[in-house]
């Protein structure tokens, strides 16, 4: 049987480099469900996939935890 993934893509402001993604992956990578965290911050994106759908409001504690904004879009 194969499993669905969910993916939800965030608008992260306030990355500048490797560390600032380095910091929201970390972050958000402690949410149960999340399978796999794509961060750029050249272009601002944050792609989380999970087999379960994620809290968009522990998402974006994650993101504020990190020292950074996001929005869902």
Same mark, same amino acid.
């Given at each position: 049987?194969?499993? @669905?993934?969910i993916?939800?893509?965030?608008a992260?402001? !306030? ?5 600032c *993604?380095?910091? +929201? ?8 469900? @999340? ?8 272009t !601002?994106?944050?792609?989380v996939?999970? *087999?379960t759908? +994620?809290?968009?409001?522990?998402v974006?504690?994650a ?10 879009i």
């Amino acid at each position: 049987m194969s499993s @669905v993934e969910i993916t939800t893509e965030y608008a992260v402001t !306030g990355m500048s480099c490797g560390h600032c *993604e380095t910091s +929201v992956r970390e972050e958000v990578g402690k949410i149960a469900p @999340v399978k796999r965290i794509d961060v750029s911050a050249a272009t !601002g994106r944050l792609t989380v996939t999970a *087999e379960t759908p +994620v809290d968009d409001a522990a998402v974006l504690a994650a993101v504020d935890e990190a020292g950074y904004q996001a929005v869902r879009i």
